[in-house]
């Protein structure tokens, strides 16, 4: 059976993102900042070019409610950048985030993945049991406890 073409589209400003691009993975804090964002994979250019301080102007202590980067120093946890969690290929990091990726059109991607034989097994059972939780909602879970439940 034939892979299904899909494109992720971003979780920032909802286009589908080219195959040739990289998938950034965002954090907790971006999903604090920007709480209407539909899952945390995004296109390059809202990972890369959008901007801010972890700090209060002080550079004393960090902004109110700041989620801290995750296995990162404080010294490595200080702006937009430093709350990415990883980038690669589409398929990739459908894998890497199933429960983000449902959101984000890559579900007939995991569909066909959760029949085949052509990946690690361990992945395959992972996206079969997000599959199964997803079908098993009566309605289409809300976003922020559907990713919560993957953090
Ligand atoms: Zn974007």
């Known amino acids: ?27 907790r804090e971006w999903q604090r900042r920007f709480p209407s964002m539909t899952g945390i994979l995004a296109c390059p250019r809202c990972a890369l070019e959008t901007a801010w301080s972890c700090e209060k102007p002080s550079g004393r202590e960090y902004v109110d409610g700041h989620i801290p980067a995750l296995g990162k120093p404080r010294m490595q946890d ?24 449902l959101l984000q059109a890559a579900e007939p991607y995991l569909r066909h993945v959760a029949q085949g034989k052509d990946v690690r097994s361990v992945i395959v059972v992972e996206v079969r049991a ?3 939780e997803w079908d098993a909602a009566d309605a289409k879970p809300d976003r922020v406890s559907w990713l919560a439940a993957a953090a």
Do not use: E, T
Request: glycine share 4%.
């Open 78 to 101: 200080f702006d937009a950048w430093s709350h990415l969690r990883g980038k690669g290929a589409h398929n990739a990091m459908a894998l890497m985030h199933p429960r983000s990726a």
């Open 130 to 132: 997000v599959l199964r």
């Open 1 to 27: 059976m034939a892979v299904p073409k899909f494109r992720i589209s971003c979780c920032k400003c909802s286009r589908p993102i080219p195959l040739a691009q990289d998938i950034y993975a965002l954090d």
